[in-house]
């Protein structure tokens, strides 16, 4: 017993000792060598942790000679900095051992080491540094990192103990000046970064390898290695909004090599590892090791980006930041919020938790400055999520920042027919079990069911499913007379190709559109309230938007972005603002949506207090009368902020990479200006520009209007208003028959899609349902005599 406790201390002393002196390389040719040691000082220089200038002119002179004796000196230099001596012998097996450097990292920061590497396989492989302690503390598909592919094959854990163990986080510098992968030469030196969660010591096994099975036997190619963490320095954060009271706010922090802090790969909720930025509310504290920093502060896409260069010492306790507003609609009445965010799923992780939780949704929300966020419970993690549903504000909701919980039928129930987003619920369980297995498949037996309880309603992501059907070669299906007709269909609104109804947008929408269903005191209400827009192409949502107000509907718009699914990078990339003339609260917030007083948008541009004659969106029905044809004036405030500068990443960006909506894409040529255009029945009638430097305009429009017509005014593609409606002699909207004839063959589509997914139970009445759809288009085609 005694002999084995020697040599288990022995090996002990072996795996945590450092190497004092690492074997030299001979037989290198000087010239390749050398070249290689100049572009390793040049990359240290470009990292931010150069050399000291006594070892760059040792190095310099060491190199003069271009000899044997002169690689043996350089040897000498770097080796000091290894941390990790790697071997790979002529048959690429890998055995490491420790170097002489010394193992001390700093909290929350990013140390850089040298490894050297003697080549006797010549191999060009990329040399691969893998450690269990760098593995990501989530699932995330993001915080993934080079060691969570190398282990994929153990099992997960993301127990208290494992996310413990994974403080570190490393990557190897492949990048310019130096090479993605080894050079062959006997002997180069690469450079390996190490990043610690904690202060403290911590040790770490870090592996060596050239790729899959190279590792050599018994454990030679990793070396356990005690380290030191040097504490961070803690600074508070003092955020204030543009009147001097706290606030939270977005902040990215990156330092001088470009590396993303707090690392990304360690971040667990309320920071989420798919992020670069951080949301901090005034007084909370970050911890940064001292060095220099990049921070870009922001708060939602009403305020104005600042970016400022921050040096952190040991004298370094504060940080003061202050929100530079180019404009406020709240102050004006209108009120931000995003119907559609999730908690779970899609980039959300499931392990440690499923999902977050509210506080984190919550600070979120506040840090984009978005005042209604719609938290919705769905397929993913839906029997966890569930328990958070109260039917009320949640008890997080700090004034004005009001979250709740709601559903949205996806994953389940009838979302192959349409995810629909029921907002306002009391009751968030479908009547005959407790889950999400029980639903129905027809959407409106589903929205009969919310309408009924007084929900406020309509289908997510619109555009899904809705894209012109030429884009699956189905000139049969699309209708269209020539090829002509495809191709505007990419660029013309409203446009008639008949899309295909294959996906899980507003696809079932155009036969509900055409119900009433009982609300909560019997009375029949529309089935729909509102289509989702800003999160898909706009073409594609707002086509079907314009058929179904050009036959007569009225539908409304609501602004989304279904976070964090299609949008990732922040919740509000998609808005509604709501004009409200009490105190703000969740439930007359999605009635403004009800009855359309409300514009969406990205945040960019703004459509405030839109008028025909004296008659303003949302206001009595958004309805003026007419006796007979007549003018009538548009009136609207509108405000929208560009660049001076047309945006060079977004000019890089293909078609399919640029944001659906967003305001850089509005702007005229290389000016700071754009359109604001006048809508008549979908069409556009008149426009004008206008400068988007942040200053709110009055703006107006004179237009005659012959017939009963909608109106609304968009800045494409960035904002839209709702429509104001103008009868004229009591007269229903009867704007277009080929809009008629395009809602009556999409009703056929939609159902040649949609049939097979209705559960046998349901059929017969689904068939009746979109009978009547079809039987309602035939009179309003019946009735309608415009072209």
Known sequence: MKKLLVLLAVFLVSQFSRAAVLPLVTGVDAQPFFAQVQRLIEATDYLGSPFSAADKAALQAAMKPHDADAVRRAQEILDAHCLYSVNINPEMRVKVAA???????????WRQFLVKVHNEAGTTAALLAVSPNALAVSDVRQAQTASDKFFSRQKKDFSDAAIRNRWLDLQTFDKQPLKPALSGLALEYRILQLYSRDAGQREARISFNV????????????ADILFRSLPAQEITLRVKDENGKPATAAFLIRDAAGRVHPSQAKRLAPDFAFHPQVYRADGEKLRLPAGSYTVEFQRGPESIAQTRAVTVDKKTRQLEFKVVRWIDPALFGWWSGDHHIHAAGCAHYNNPTEGVHAPDMARHCQGEDLKIGANLTWGPCFDYQKQFFTGKDDKVSTYPYLLRYDIEVSGFGSHKSGHLCLLRLKDQMYPGGESKDHWPTLCLNTLRWAKAQGAVVGPAHSGWGLQPAAEANRRDVAGSKNSSDLRMAAVTLPNYVIPPFNGIGANEYIMNVTHEVPGPDGKLVPAVDFISTVDTPYLWELNIWYHTLNTGFRTRISGETDFPCIYGERVGLGRSYVKLDGKLNYDDWCEGIRNGRNYVGDG????????????????HGSELKLDSAGAVKISARVAARLNEQPDPAMRNLSPSQKPYWDVERARVGDTREVPVELLVNGQSVARKNIVADGALRDISFDTKIERSSWVALRILPSSHTNPIWVMVGGQPVRASRRSAEWC??????????????????????ARQDYEHARQTYRRILAESDVE
Do not use: Y
């Open 99 to 109: 170097g002489p450097a010394k193992p001390e990292l700093v909290e929350q920061g």
């Open 211 to 222: 790729g899959q099975g190279t590792q050599d036997i018994g454990f030679r190619n990793d």
């Open 604 to 619: 960019k541009s703004h459509l405030m207090d839109f008028k025909v004659n004296s008659v303003a969106v949302g206001e």
């Open 744 to 765: 009556l063959k999409s009703v056929d589509q939609c159902w040649s899609e949609k049939e097979k997914l209705i559960a046998q139970n349901e059929l017969a009445g």
